[in-house]
């Protein structure tokens, strides 16, 4: 049963980090709008936040594939940096950062309760 545990997991693991990802591009690309019409601050600003969330998406992959490993200590670490990132990740985005971070940092969070409860 934990090996199914663990794919469901995985599953939310990697759906939490794409959704990262592709909040990051969608920043990425709105920010060079804004800086295309003239808003070289608020433009920077954006490619920040698109770096962030990109770095934030691959940190959070990476874990993910760690928790699918065979072994019983990995899943249990994987399952404690999910839920750390989803709760730093609730903290430091809030509401404010788009619909898309938001279901990134919940199926994240789903994602490192799964793993966690698949190691009793």
């Known amino acids: 049963m934990a090996s199914g545990d663990r794919r469901i997991g ?38 920040d936040h698109a ?30 940096v999910l839920i750390v990132i989803a709760l730093l990740g609730w903290l430091a985005l809030g509401f404010g950062s788009g619909v898309l971070s938001i279901l990134g940092v919940v199926c994240v969070l789903i994602g490192g309760v799964v793993y966690l409860l698949s190691q009793r």
């Open 10 to 47: 995985f599953i939310f693991g990697i759906l939490g980090a794409a959704l990262f990802v592709l909040s990051g591009l969608l920043s990425l690309v709105g920010g060079l709008v804004v800086f295309a019409l003239g808003h070289p601050a608020r433009g920077l600003g954006d490619w």
């Open 51 to 80: 770096a962030i969330l990109v770095a934030v998406g691959l940190i959070t992959g990476l874990f993910a594939l760690v928790g699918r490993a065979r072994g019983r200590d990995d899943g249990l670490l994987a399952g404690v």
